[in-house]
């Protein structure tokens, strides 16, 4: 991996999620700055029956009036939401070790079950709950990019000797791009064709790269790790450095950016 860090990026985020509050606020006080993007609600994989996936809402986002344009905010019960290009489609999934929901410009077909693979563009929110089967997930996640701000929950874990010890030992993603923007929090780019950080979930290589980001939450009842991969074709550059920006503020609210209306 190559790590990169630089001075101020923490209180660069730590503004950018200022910026993201304020825009909850009335429109009076920041009309310069808000923008308003539908908000879509998203079918979980075992749903039957029709969806109204047109919910009304709109959601305050602090971006460019070209780009808000070009965004809507994808949501779906028991999961954090995203932002993806608009008129994309969505699905969610949930168990007890938490939930998934992927936004891509066509419909996912069925089987749901396993996960399905993802080879092109698409959007990935992924949420991991340390209170169920999920810790695992968490832990691993950790020992990958936490191991100091992350040991009790890798301790933790590891004395359960319910997974390999060796399931703790850091991937060697040599081309990755990493910068860590706190000791909990990172941002990274997998290159074109390369394994990495962002195949590490339902992504497959491709030749297009993935950026993302992943953080970990060390609550008092519950810790998790909320991971967003990001991979559109390159004509919607633009669209993705927004989207992470935007990301980047979410992930560290509290109820995501389902709280900001």
Same mark, same amino acid.
């Given at each position: 991996?190559?790590?990169?860090?630089?001075?101020?990026?923490?209180?660069?985020?730590?503004?950018?999620?200022?910026?993201?509050?304020?825009?909850?606020?009335?429109?009076?006080?920041?009309?310069?700055?808000?923008?308003?993007?539908?908000?879509?609600?998203?079918?979980?994989?075992?749903?039957?029956?029709?969806?109204?996936?047109?919910?009304?809402?709109?959601?305050?986002?602090?971006?460019?009036?070209?780009?808000?344009?070009?965004?809507?905010?994808?949501?779906?019960?028991?999961?954090?939401?995203?932002?993806?290009?608009?008129?994309?489609?969505?699905?969610?999934?949930?168990?007890?070790?938490?939930?998934?929901?992927?936004?891509?410009?066509?419909?996912?077909?069925?089987?749901?079950?396993?996960?399905?693979?993802?080879?092109?563009?698409?959007?990935?929110?992924?949420?991991?709950?340390?209170?169920?089967?999920?810790?695992?997930?968490?832990?691993?996640?950790?020992?990958? /990019?936490?191991?100091?701000?992350?040991?009790? @929950?890798?301790? &933790? $874990? %590891?004395?359960?000797?319910?997974? +390999?010890?060796? *399931?703790?030992?850091?991937?060697?993603?040599?081309?990755?791009?990493?910068?860590?923007?706190?000791?909990?929090?990172?941002?990274?780019?997998?290159?074109?064709?390369?394994?990495?950080?962002?195949?590490?979930?339902?992504?497959?290589?491709?030749?297009?790269?993935?950026?993302?980001?992943?953080?970990?939450? /060390?609550?008092?009842?519950?810790?998790?790790? @909320?991971?967003? &991969? $990001? %991979?559109?074709?390159?004509?919607? +550059?633009?669209? *993705?450095?927004?989207?992470?920006?935007?990301?980047?503020?979410?992930?560290?609210?509290?109820?995501?950016?389902?709280?900001?209306?």
């Amino acid at each position: 991996m190559k790590i990169n860090s630089a001075a101020g990026i923490g209180l660069q985020f730590a503004l950018s999620l200022a910026v993201m509050v304020a825009c909850s606020a009335s429109s009076a006080e920041t009309p310069e700055i808000q923008q308003r993007v539908p908000a879509v609600r998203c079918p979980a994989s075992d749903q039957t029956g029709p969806v109204n996936t047109q919910t009304g809402e709109s959601l305050s986002t602090p971006a460019e009036h070209t780009l808000a344009e070009q965004l809507a905010y994808y949501k779906a019960e028991n999961s954090p939401g995203v932002y993806a290009p608009k008129g994309w489609s969505c699905l969610a999934w949930n168990g007890l070790n938490g939930s998934i929901l992927v936004v891509t410009p066509k419909r996912i077909a069925p089987p749901y079950f396993p996960l399905p693979v993802v080879t092109g563009p698409a959007v990935i929110v992924q949420s991991s709950d340390a209170g169920s089967s999920g810790r695992f997930h968490v832990a691993i996640v950790a020992a990958q /990019l936490f191991p100091l701000t992350g040991n009790e @929950i890798i301790t &933790r $874990v %590891r004395q359960e000797h319910l997974i +390999s010890d060796s *399931s703790f030992d850091a991937e060697s993603y040599p081309d990755d791009q990493l910068r860590y923007l706190s000791d909990r929090f990172v941002e990274y780019t997998t290159p074109p064709n390369r394994t990495g950080l962002g195949t590490d979930s339902m992504f497959e290589a491709s030749n297009l790269p993935i950026k993302g980001l992943t953080i970990l939450h /060390l609550e008092a009842d519950l810790d998790s790790v @909320i991971e967003v &991969r $990001v %991979r559109l074709p390159l004509a919607l +550059s633009a669209v *993705s450095d927004a989207i992470m920006q935007l990301e980047a503020a979410c992930v560290q609210l509290p109820r995501g950016c389902r709280g900001v209306q």
